[in-house]
């Protein structure tokens, strides 16, 4: 879930619970409302955690030695998330 979709859903919970006043029998449009702010809510969360997740960044150090010249050879590489 992104963090557009957590938006979207709260806004469309925050629309049924307090802008709507139809009464339907065989649902509470309130409680159904609730319902999605609080699926919202767990987007957003979700989807903020994931954005700073992807910022993380990778280092990789490796040394070997070479068998021609014997010499000490390190390399040192770092990588971002492909994703972002």
Not at 7 to 23: E, K, M, P, R, S
Request: glycine letters at 10%.
């Amino acid at each position: 879930m992104s963090l557009g979709t957590g938006i979207v859903l709260f806004v469309i919970g925050a629309i049924l619970t307090f802008a709507t006043d139809i009464q339907l029998d065989w649902i509470n449009l309130d409680v159904v409302g609730y319902i999605l702010m609080i699926a919202g809510i767990v987007g957003i969360i979700l989807g903020l955690v994931v954005l700073l997740r992807r910022r993380e960044s990778v280092s990789t150090t490796r040394s070997a030695v070479d068998p021609v010249s014997g010499e000490r050879i390190t390399r040192s590489t770092s990588d971002r998330d492909p994703l972002v």
